[in-house]
């Protein structure tokens, strides 16, 4: 097994992940504005489908959005505790029997035949997880997919901004008296993560060229001393992720970057407009129309979409 999907496996297995993930778009602003994008994709691609596979659907966010909707669903994740925590939901919201919830990695999709979903679907970054077979992954999810196929993979041009700015998720905090512990961690720790920052032009620019963060065999040796590292993540550039899919058959493919509107705006004017529910409503509405501008799709906040036919 590759370390990527042995990393990746102990990472997501933490017993309080699904907890943590079911709780992350109440707390941070960007993550409200990438499932709002989601799902407005998803209402509207979802007419004439019946089955869907979504693998890395994780604690559910959009698996359960569309059981609910009607559609049966093949929920899809390396991660028991997501598992156990999307069930959960899946039945307070009455939607248990609309979903076959399977363990697995996406690096083994063989067990499903050809075209076996009307649409197929992966969201915040799991196919960027199984590195170096992220695009074998691609063109398996494909294989499966018989009408459709929307994904999101982690974005290179939108992650290195990131790569120099130690302080980014506090632009992107809602309310800044939550108990969540990476708030409060963000806000403790402002002051201290400029001072340890400086910019290193060789690494952003071994980044930029090779779409990996940090030390990959620090990564591997950290794991081989029983420690959790961070899962390895593929960053993808836009022409590429369209080039493996369009090499794969898929036709007709949009690009877009969740998140691309609101990472331009201050903190402190983005929680005002999140306060405001009719003006919440409207911002969001229009984050997904400039977001889905293919001119901007490479500067998401962290994530590159793309859909397409079969
Ligand atoms: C950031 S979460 C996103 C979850 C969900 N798609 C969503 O948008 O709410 C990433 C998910 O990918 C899963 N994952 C990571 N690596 C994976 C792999 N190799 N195979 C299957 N699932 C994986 C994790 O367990 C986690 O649930």
Aim: with cysteine.
């Amino acid at each position: 097994m590759e370390y990527s999907t042995k990393i990746s496996e102990r990472m997501w297995n933490q017993l309080d992940k699904g907890e943590l993930e079911a709780e992350r778009e109440k707390t941070f602003i960007d993550d409200i504005v990438q499932k709002d994008f989601i799902e407005k994709e998803l209402l509207a691609n979802t007419d004439d489908i019946e089955t869907v596979f979504d693998g890395g659907a994780g604690c559910g966010r959009f698996s359960i959005l569309l059981a609910k909707k009607g559609l049966k669903v093949t929920h899809f994740d390396i991660s028991v505790p997501m598992l156990e925590k999307a069930k959960e939901i899946a039945a307070k919201e009455g939607v248990l029997d609309k979903i076959t919830f399977v363990q697995g990695a996406l690096e083994d999709l063989s067990a499903y035949k050809d075209k076996s979903f009307d649409l197929v679907m992966s969201f915040d970054a799991p196919i960027s997880y199984t590195y170096p077979a992220q695009e074998k992954t691609i063109s398996e999810l494909v294989r499966i997919a018989r009408k459709r196929i929307i994904i999101s993979v982690s974005s290179r041009l939108g992650a290195l901004p990131y790569a120099s700015n130690p302080i980014q998720k506090n632009q992107f905090i809602l309310d800044k008296d939550s108990k969540d512990g990476w708030v409060q961690w963000c806000i403790q720790n402002r002051e201290k993560a400029i001072s340890d920052f400086s910019f290193s032009k060789e690494s952003i620019i071994k980044t930029y060229e090779t779409g990996l963060f940090g030390d990959i065999e620090e990564s591997k040796k950290s794991y081989d001393r029983g420690e959790v590292p961070w899962s390895i993540s593929y960053h993808f550039m836009p022409d590429e992720l369209k080039g493996i899919l369009e090499k794969n058959g898929v036709k007709n493919i949009e690009l877009a970057g969740p998140g691309a509107f609101a990472r331009t705006i201050p903190n402190e004017i983005l929680v005002k407009i999140m306060n405001d529910p009719a003006e919440r409503r409207d911002f969001l509405d229009f984050c997904h129309i400039y977001d889905s501008n293919p001119y901007v799709c490479g500067m998401g906040k962290d994530n590159l979409f793309a859909k397409g036919e079969i």
